[in-house]
């Protein structure tokens, strides 16, 4: 998987604002001009560019989506169209080369995230590897300003790198431009509509609204940050080149930060910092005095950080003071402070619970003496300043200070439209929800004869070891009430019982970008909000001993004075299934490992992180990668390995079986030898400039294949089958992480001379005009996306019997249980089980999780120390579960089906069940509908899996296959 194309797709999320209107006039200062290209007000001019139009229609309307003068525009793509596609006048793509952002006003009013993409040509683009592609710029409901970054246009072959590492081929020719296009994909089921208008080139500083301050007489203000971040009446101090710091200096680290785009607001959203553990002195000249300070910094929060000491000083006045140990810092008081806000529509909510917790102000007195004004700091964020003389209103000046940020914030970040009323003066709804279908706050109930009143129940059926899952869902008219949660244990008739489930909470996170599931938070009490619906997910695990019966409880929720309550009935079966799929499943990623951490509290959180893999059926996972320390005299490569997690996988029964392959990776080991080779000591920068040069260098292939031999003797030790990911992802034009064919066949050779099980993931049966079909007799294992582009590699792969893996397709329960089983794949994996590589909204350095303005994230996401799994649940892990479920019900179905032919019983329910897993392979297609893969040339590719109709059938089947797993068995 290539990760660092997310780390990009990351920051090109954020920049989704709800900024729509006229910006101001350009001032000499600043960079605020504005040219728009398109405002449809000229019939001629709109019929022009509809003309250019593939897979839809564009006209012109006077609807609500008007934002500039009298008309929008329309565009309409139909339901069941590959793409809808506008190609842009050549008058409108005229010299872009001064411009930040091109913007665009969206009104829509489906929830579905379109991600509307942006593609710019120049005279280099060839291929998508030399075209720029902005694909997750999505919309939500409501009215939005969809913002593309154009002044970083770099060619899709250049993701990876930093702006300033880029040579000028790397960069879009903004000022000669020969095409632009945008284009989305409609869902199947609608029409995608959306109203258009002001299309717009802006400069940097005419996205950022302007912050009125009116400071009293005689106060000082800095703000810190870029040398560009601009505040009216506020001296910038800047560690940057070519800062003018009016007399302030910076010292104590010779790694200094700046970063911030002036987002939420221009004084929390810019921020000055030092490396971890180095202290900073900031000092400021001001005259001597005694003064109100607002000192307006924050703790900043790394991920993984070895020095957890946090230190700010004003003066000799110590404001924040203290030493974390492992346990504070990962705990929901530091690390993990985010973790139980509740998503929130209301503005000033948002801003409370988030923004002022993230870079707070802090209040008192200080005196100045000649000195001037001393910041002492150490992993902290500095943002602002402010220092009001004793006379000054301070409680007025705080009112309008924070009416000023507010008012800022709000430009910027909008919630979603208000929701509707409950119907019949209801204070709330309840019901079970689909689990095949998204969940959002805008989620309602399909009720029967339209009765607001219904109260749903819960009806399950499973087997001993395994685990049910189920979704309620409700919305009330109360505002802020706590709703809570009382589950019940399962009774039989004959006294058996079985524990209460579990409640979790289905989160969302919101920060004017865009909409997703913030995780399942364990939970028996939540807040509620005015027409905001919470899912709330119940967690049943069979014990092993469970008898077969019915089992009866239920759980009561409770609001204010009113309660409802929701009977629960489980059917615990008289079947056994197989304890895990014979095949490599996984998510990319491995547990934590935490730097402060002694080896026993780490062994501790990854034996409770692996437990739940294996509890959502999960059977393999990451090694540790080789390490290439340095290559000796004789050109051998000395490695250093990490034995530590997989020896504990290995005690848990991960790779039980010779198809739970662990992954491995060798391509790293190439690029390290290649760098040791080049006298590079570890900088990468040659080999990455020309991926594949590495293969040319005198003494790479010896060497490599004894880093090869070492890595196989490292592997055999281990007692766990391994597959080694040869090549991530090749392409023609190769990130550094990548490699062409002709490469990757090269390294498949060396691979397997060593005796080493490799696979490689390509993303289609060619690219850049050449067929990677050949690659599948050059390894053991070639693992695909399920989508038409890769129909050859499929097809090729199970006529030579290779074994056939599935990756990136979705997190749905069919393309993780029926349709592997039905192409007879042994492996499936998915992105992500935890990601921290990101960028957070506007430039803000910190990396807390569940933070809705970071983009921490995660099929699974990290937790406190103390969390009883190891890490926070996402719904998409029960549709992993429920699809792998369904696999192990199939394999047991198939192995009581010959136990049966073998013995000569069962003859007629043996039929049946042949035919009836005849009739699944005959109706799952070999290439499934898989939603979000779009285009064979697009790189990185993940999939959101199968949806509409298909989608519901495993649940149908899974009927089935009780009935015929009991007829079946032994």
């Known amino acids: 998987m290539n990760r660092i194309f997310l780390i990009e797709r990351m920051r090109w999320l954020i920049l989704l604002l709800g900024l729509v209107g006229i910006p101001g006039q350009a001032t000499s200062a600043e960079r605020t001009q504005t040219r728009i290209l398109q405002s449809f007000e000229s019939p001629e001019e709109t019929a022009r560019w509809a003309s250019r139009l593939e897979g839809g229609t564009l006209t012109r309307s006077a609807d609500s989506g008007v934002t500039h003068g009298s008309s929008c525009g329309r565009w309409v793509v139909p339901k069941g169209t590959e793409y809808g596609i506008i190609n842009w006048d050549l008058s409108m793509i005229r010299d872009w080369s001064e411009f930040d952002f091109l913007a665009i006003d969206c009104v829509t009013e489906d929830d579905h995230p379109y991600a509307i993409v942006l593609e710019l040509f120049d005279a280099a683009s060839r291929n998508y590897a030399t075209r720029c592609t902005f694909e997750s ?320 129940s819960i ?102 004075d009113e309660s409802r309550t929701i009977p629960i009935e489980l059917e615990v079966l008289p079947v056994t299934l197989i304890d895990s799929v014979p095949a490599s499943l996984g998510l990319y990623g491995t547990p934590r490992k935490l730097k402060p951490l002694q080896e026993l509290q780490r062994r501790e959180l990854w034996t409770r992180e692996l437990r739940t893999m294996q509890s959502l059926g999960l059977t393999a996972t990451i090694l540790p990668p080789p390490i290439v320390t340095r290559l000796d005299r004789q050109g051998r490569p000395m490695m250093h390995f990490q034995s530590d997690l997989p020896n504990l996988m290995r005690e848990l029964g991960f790779g039980k079986h010779p198809q739970q392959h662990q992954m491995g990776n060798t391509l790293g080991m190439g690029r390290a030898v290649g760098r040791w080779l080049k006298g590079l000591n570890g900088d990468g920068r040659a080999i990455d400039r020309q991926p594949g040069i590495e293969l040319l260098l005198p003494g790479f292939e010896s060497a490599y294949a004894d880093g090869l031999r070492q890595y196989r003797g490292w592997m055999q030790s281990l007692g766990m089958p391994v597959a080694v990911e040869i090549v991530d992802e090749p392409r023609e034009v190769p990130n550094p992480w990548n490699r062409n064919l002709a490469d990757t066949l090269t390294y498949a050779r060396y691979v397997r001379q060593a005796g080493l099980t490799g696979f490689v993931t390509p993303m289609a049966d060619s690219n850049g005009g050449k067929d990677y079909t050949p690659l599948v007799d050059a390894v053991e294992i070639v693992s695909v996306h399920a989508w038409e582009p890769s129909r050859r590699l499929i097809e090729s792969t199970r006529a030579r019997s290779k074994s056939l893996w599935i990756y990136n397709t979705g997190r749905d329960r069919l393309t993780w249980g029926v349709y592997p089983w039905r192409v007879g794949a042994t492996g499936r994996w998915e992105w992500h089980w935890q990601w921290t590589e990101d960028t957070g909204y506007g430039g803000y350095p910190g990396r807390e999780w569940f933070n809705p303005f970071t983009g921490s994230h995660g099929v699974t996401s990290m937790a406190p120390l103390d969390s009883p799994d190891g890490v926070i649940l996402t719904s998409s892990l029960f549709a992993i579960r429920e699809g792998i479920d369904d696999w192990r019900c199939l394999v047991t179905l198939e192995q009581q089906i010959r136990q049966a032919k073998s013995a000569g019983s069962k003859q007629d329910a043996v039929a049946a069940a042949e035919a009836f897993l005849a009739a699944i392979r005959q109706e799952v297609p070999l290439i499934p509908p898989t939603k979000g893969l779009s285009d064979a040339a697009d790189g990185a590719l993940i999939g959101s899996g199968v949806g509409g109709p298909l989608a519901r059938k495993p649940a149908q089947w899974r009927g089935e296959l009780w009935r015929h797993l009991i007829a079946t068995r032994p």
């Open 459 to 560: 009806t399950l059926t499973g087997v001993p070891k395994q685990t049910m899952t189920a979704c309620l869902a409700m919305v009330t008219s109360r505002s802020m009430a706590t709703v809570g949660m009382t589950p019940m244990p399962l009774t039989a008739k004959t006294g058996e019982s079985i524990p209460a489930p579990r409640t979790l909470v289905h989160n969302f996170r919101w920060a004017g970008d865009t909409l997703t599931e913030m995780g399942l938070i364990p939970s028996t009490s939540w807040p509620t909000q005015t027409g905001v619906t919470l899912p709330i997910w119940l967690e049943l695990p069979i014990p092993a001993n469970a008898k077969p019966g019915i089992y009866r409880g239920e759980i009561r929720l409770t609001l204010a």
């Open 137 to 456: 710029i999505t919309t939500r409901p409501g009215r939005q300003t969809l913002l593309y970054p154009i002044g970083k246009a770099r060619r899709n072959a250049a993701e990876g790198r930093e702006w300033d590492e880029l040579v000028p081929a790397d960069k879009i020719d903004l000022k000669n431009l020969t095409r632009v296009k945008c284009f989305v994909v409609p869902r199947k089921d609608r029409d995608a509509i959306f109203f258009i208008d002001q299309i717009r080139l802006m400069q940097a500083d005419a996205v950022r609204p302007p912050m009125r301050l009116n400071l009293p007489k005689g106060a000082l203000a800095w703000n810190f940050g870029p040398v560009g971040a601009k505040v009216p009446g506020f001296q910038t101090i800047s560690p940057q080149r070519g800062a003018d710091n009016a007399g302030a200096s910076i010292t104590g680290s010779d790694n200094l930060h700046a970063d911030g785009d002036g987002r939420p607001d221009p004084l929390v959203g810019s921020t000055i910092w030092a490396d971890e553990g180095e202290t900073l002195t900031v000092r400021l000249p001001a005259p001597p005095g005694r003064y109100r300070y607002r000192l307006l910094a924050g703790y900043h929060f790394r991920v993984d950080p070895g020095d957890l000491e946090f230190q700010l000083h004003l003066q000799n006045n110590p404001i924040i003071a203290e030493v974390n140990t492992p346990t504070e810092y990962h705990s929901e008081r530091r690390l993990f402070r985010f973790l139980r806000t509740p998503y929130t529509e209301n503005i000033e909510t948002l801003w409370a619970t988030t923004w002022d917790r993230m870079i707070p102000t802090h209040r008192g007195e200080i005196t100045v003496d000649s000195n001037g004004v001393t910041i002492r700091m150490k992993n902290v964020l500095l943002a602002a300043l402010i220092l009001l003389p004793m006379n000054a209103n301070d409680q007025e000046f705080d009112a309008q200070l924070r009416a000023a940020r507010l008012n800022v914030f709000r430009q910027q970040v909008r919630p979603l439209p208000a929701a509707d009323a409950l119907p019949n003066g209801e204070t709330w709804q309840l019901w079970q929800a689909d689990p095949t279908t998204e969940i959002t706050p805008r989620t309602r109930p399909s009720l029967p004869n339209g009765s607001p009143k219904s109260t749903p």
